[in-house]
């Protein structure tokens, strides 16, 4: 598979801003789309925000204004860049790829957000 490292998480407070980086083994450029996707303890998993080849975005209804998908291929990465952040959004964030016949799945990276 591709192998997928998050980056970027951690503690923020309601209100705060993050950014989470997705760096893949493999170029980003070929891949069908690149996403995140978030689960919080006892819910499914959900898509937070998508970005196909052709630079596409598609949001959560949740996220929709807040939340920015982006990548530098170049660099064989994506971002999730997140705003004006709620006690929802707490999650363990993944990024996920596809590739056509490849679907690959990051390792997550934990997104706690304080009152």
């Known amino acids: 598979q591709v192998q997928l490292v998050e980056s970027g998480g951690g503690l923020v407070q309601a209100g705060g801003s993050l950014r989470l980086s997705c760096a893949a083994s493999?170029?980003?450029?070929?891949?069908?789309?690149m996403a995140w996707y978030r689960q919080a303890p006892g819910k499914q998993r959900e898509l937070v925000a998508l970005?196909?080849?052709?630079?596409?975005?598609n949001y959560g209804d949740s996220v929709k204004g807040r939340f920015t998908i982006s990548r530098d291929n170049a660099k064989n990465t994506v971002y999730l860049q997140m705003n004006s952040l709620k006690s929802e959004d707490q999650a363990v964030y993944y990024c996920?790829?596809?590739?056509?016949?490849?679907?690959?799945w990051g390792q997550g990276t934990q997104v706690t957000v304080s009152s």
């Open positions: 996920n790829s596809n590739y056509g016949g490849l679907n690959s």
């Open positions: 970005i196909t080849r052709a630079g596409n975005t």
């Open positions: 493999r170029s980003i450029d070929s891949a069908y789309f």
